[in-house]
């Protein structure tokens, strides 16, 4: 119902030339277009209106292929699948989901073929059985004869359930009996318009969907398609509507990939953060940013905050994550005690990150664990070389599995490289473990590897990251977050120009205020934070508490300069003078109390000033940096909080 009514604010005219609504109208919620993002994947979200009822095919190109097709809520119509080159194939591998107990897959389809991914041959209706083979762990389905092709459209027509169609995997099957894993370029997804989109039976029948797709490095164009599944007037143009989304996808944050010094990054929707080259370490190279729902929110969160008007929620909400380089765990049937296995996959290339295999019989294993199960299309292995002997492997054979138990055959490997090896996989498997057992070695009983590499089916390197939900940053973020009109709405919000920015504080469960600027015209709220984390959008009640710092920064190294800070503060509120008792404490970046310069001291008056020396409860001079104050002012059963950033220097 959100989704929905948040349309009427946003929804194009779906009148046609002649002034009668068009049969099929498509609008984009989000992403907007041209943007840039750290994001791999991307939510486009829509709605597809009609004046008549039926059912919609949404038609999306997907240039990194799809994240996971099990999580894909709608039901799938159709797939267009490239296996990366030509390959001569035997029968298709599909593995349905299974809802309690009832297989979600497809019974009847179509299936067409190209070896260039245009003109493809004529549509082959074909049967799918409901079992799984043993052998496959999938339903198999043989074609008549052997087909040469590189890419593969399926159409799903029907399924063995009433609704949805839904699948976890799509393989081919070639003439060795190797399931070969594709890359999804295009997905069609099937709608049924048969509700009204308001409350008036005249209004059109709509329907709104969510697809999330994976990008390709660089420029990415996205075009999404909707059309009615059976035209009933095959020559009307009112029967499909297309638009067009581009983007630019950075995997990295490096610096020389920055703009005038910054990184300007979105989610094509309500998030903009702009980030110095320098804010992070060298290797936190990634930030993500995912939208939160405000209804998937726990009210119990917020509604008992002193900060937040009673009877609001959430306007905007937004979780980030910043991810830093890391290696993957690996295991070696043998190793030296200061050489060990994960040296050979930690992203280093050049010696002393090697793994050095003791002086023991081959064969010798290296498992290595992708912390997930990925699809890979190439592995690069890098022997370490001294002069001109390399002591890389000779011989070896590739195994993968997705429990470290349950090992398969994958490739031989029968001539390596003296220094670096490209190994295509034709199969492109898609498992968690790579085992690559060393047969035999270019130098006898001495195997020494610099850096095992791997790369997914668009030819970008898999690599792991570790997650940061809360990071402090060498230096500040810009912040932007938008909304819109029925964001407001929904959130129960009365004065808008109240808006602020709060964080979650994951130790004390709680939103705490941080501020942020209300740009009304542009309906944005901004504001620079030296660190990352969950953020909302709140209405916060008005502060009736004044701050002022005489020194913001100050340095306390006994020069004569601002060597103390002074804190006035105001209350406005007169009614209770006379039976305030404020507290005034500095916390650091971890919630450690470091200092209580004021407690429970009766306020007789509407204003007081405190002096900060920087010195902690010990008497020492604190390190430098930016500190956290807190100032509560008590009367009776009422407690006014302010909170805000006090800088050491130097």
Known sequence: MRLYLSLLFISLTLLSADGVFARTALSIISPTTDFTTNNQAVTI??????????????????????PYLAQLTHSIYGLVVDLGNTQELKGILILPVVDRGFPRGPRLARLAFSKAGT?????????????????????????????????????MLEGWQADPISIESIQFLDTKDRGIQGRIRSIAIRLSLTNACGLDSTQPY??????????EAGVNRLSVTARELTSSDPASLNTMDRKAISLFYLPELKPEAAQGGVFTLSDGDRATITVPVDAFDEKTTKLHFFSVPPETVNPLSYRANNRIVKGTGPVVMYRFEALRRGGFAAEATSALPDQPPTFAVDGILEPPSTWV?????????????LDSRRTVSRMVVHANVEGDISFGPQRATLFTSNDNENFISTLELIDFDDQTTVIELPTRPSARYFRLEITESKQANNLQLNEVEFFDVSGAKIVSFDTFEHLILARPVLLELAYHPSDLMFANIGREADLKIFVWDASVQEWQ???????????????????????????????????AWSFNPFSPDGNGIADRTRLTIVNHNTSHIGDTEPVVE???????????LVNQTVMSSSAMSVEWDGRDEAGEIVNIGPYIYQIQLKSGDQVEVRNGVIVVGK
């Open 45 to 66: 979200k829509g709605i597809v209106e009609s004046s008549v009822r039926g059912d919609v095919i949404v038609s999306i190109n997907t240039p990194g292929g799809l």
């Open 119 to 155: 003109n493809f041959s004529a549509g082959q209706p074909v049967n799918i059985s409901s079992a799984i083979d043993p052998n496959f762990h999938s339903t198999v389905v043989d074609f008549p004869s052997v087909v040469s092709a590189q890419f593969i459209q399926i159409e």
């Open 206 to 215: 709509c329907a709104t969907f969510s697809v999330d797709v994976m990008l």
């Open 357 to 369: 295999a003791g002086l023991v019989p081959l064969p010798v294993s290296l498992t290595i664990d």
């Open 513 to 547: 205020l941080v501020g942020g600027e209300v740009d009304l015209n542009r309906q944005v709220v901004r504001m620079e934070l030296n660190f990352i984390s969950q953020v909302a959008l709140f209405q916060t009640v008005p502060s009736q508490i004044q701050v």
């Open 586 to 596: 500095i916390f650091d970046l971890h919630n450690k109390l470091i200092r209580t």
